[in-house]
C-alpha cells in the first residue's frame, strides 16, 4: 500500500469518527428535547380527579391560602354582598326565627288550627246558635228558594222564603238568638213584620204576627234568645188561605237561606210518617 493509499484512508476514518460522534451528540440532544417536551405537557395537562379532590380540600382549609391582608379583603366583599341583599346579622337571625316558626307551626293538630282559627275571627263575624221561634211549633210548609210550590191562597205556584210554624193566634213569638230589634212594620201583603239582626251578618224575620206586636217590640230593642217579641196572628193576607201560622224567613249576607238548615225543626209530615 502506498503513502497515499494509507493517507487517504486515515482521512476516511476520521471522518467516519467525526460523524459517528455528531450522530451520537444529535441523538443525545433529541432525547433530552423529548423529556422536556413531555414534562411540559404534562405540566399543562388537567389534574387527575383524585389531586383535583385533594386541592379542593386544601383550598376550603381555615384561611384558604390567603394571607391577613386578602382574608380581609374577602371577608369586605362577603359583608357587601349580603348588605345588597339586604341581609344583616339581625335579618339572618329573623329569617331563622321564622323558619323555626314555619316547622311549628305545620307541626300543629287540626284541632290547634281550628283553635287559631277561631280566636281572630270577632264574635260580631260568628253566627249564633238559632231556635225555632214558636215553642214546640210544628212545620207545615217547608221553605223553597227556587222550586215553586203551590199557595192555596193565591192558586198558583211561587217560590216560598220561609217556614210556616203552626200555631193560634195569640201563641208568643221568640226572638231565635241574640239580637237587636231593627224594623217593626206592617207589610201589604205579610201582616205586621218584625225583624232582628243577629251577629254574622245574619237577619230573621217574623211575619202574619198580632198587631199586639207593635206594642211588644220596639226599633232598637236588645232581645235574647228565646225573648218574646210578639203574638201569632192572622194579618197575612197572602197566605190568609192556609192554616193559622207564623211566616219565619231568614238572610245571612243579604241573601236569602232556609232556616232549617240553621236551627232544628219538626215537620209535620215526619209526624206522620211517625204515626204510621
Known amino acids: 500500500m502506498t503513502n497515499a493509499s494509507k493517507k487517504q484512508n486515515r482521512i476516511l476514518l476520521a471522518t467516519l ?11 443525545a440532544l433529541t432525547s433530552s428535547a423529548n423529556r422536556r417536551a413531555k414534562a411540559e405537557a404534562e405540566a399543562r395537562a388537567p389534574l387527575p380527579d383524585n389531586r383535583i379532590e385533594d386541592h379542593a380540600d386544601e383550598s376550603a382549609a381555615p384561611g384558604n391560602g390567603l394571607g391577613p391582608e386578602e382574608e380581609a379583603k374577602d ?3 362577603t359583608e357587601e354582598k349580603k348588605e345588597e341583599d339586604g341581609k344583616t346579622p339581625e335579618t339572618e337571625v329573623i329569617e331563622e326565627q321564622m323558619k323555626t316558626t314555619g316547622e311549628e307551626k305545620s307541626d300543629r293538630t287540626e284541632e290547634e288550627t281550628d283553635a287559631a282559627v277561631n280566636a281572630t275571627v270577632k264574635p260580631e263575624d260568628m253566627l249564633p246558635v238559632f231556635r225555632a221561634p214558636i215553642e214546640g211549633g210544628v212545620v207545615v210548609k217547608g221553605c223553597s228558594l227556587s222550586v215553586p210550590v203551590f199557595s192555596a191562597t193565591m192558586n198558583d205556584y211561587r217560590v216560598h222564603r220561609g217556614l210556616d210554624f203552626a200555631c193560634a193566634p195569640g201563641t208568643p213569638v221568640l226572638a231565635a238568638a241574640d239580637g237587636v230589634v231593627t224594623e217593626v212594620r206592617r207589610d201589604p201583603m205579610m201582616g205586621v213584620t218584625v225583624t232582628v239582626r243577629h251577629n254574622g251578618d245574619a237577619q230573621t224575620v217574623y211575619q202574619g204576627l198580632d ?3 207593635t206594642r211588644i217590640a220596639q226599633v232598637g230593642d236588645h232581645v235574647s234568645s228565646g225573648q218574646v217579641i210578639g203574638a201569632a196572628g192572622e194579618t197575612a193576607l197572602i197566605e ?6 207564623v211566616h219565619f224567613a231568614m238572610t245571612v249576607a243579604g241573601k236569602p237561606v232556609n232556616p232549617a238548615d240553621f236551627m232544628q225543626v219538626v215537620y209535620l209530615s215526619d209526624l206522620y210518617e211517625d204515626a204510621e
Not at 469518527?17 to 444529535?26: K, R, S, Y
Open 75 to 77: 371577608a369586605a366583599k
Open 211 to 213: 198587631e199586639e206586636t
Open 240 to 245: 190568609s188561605a192556609e192554616e193559622d201560622h
Open 17 to 27: 469518527v467525526v460523524v459517528l460522534a455528531a450522530l451520537i451528540t444529535l441523538v
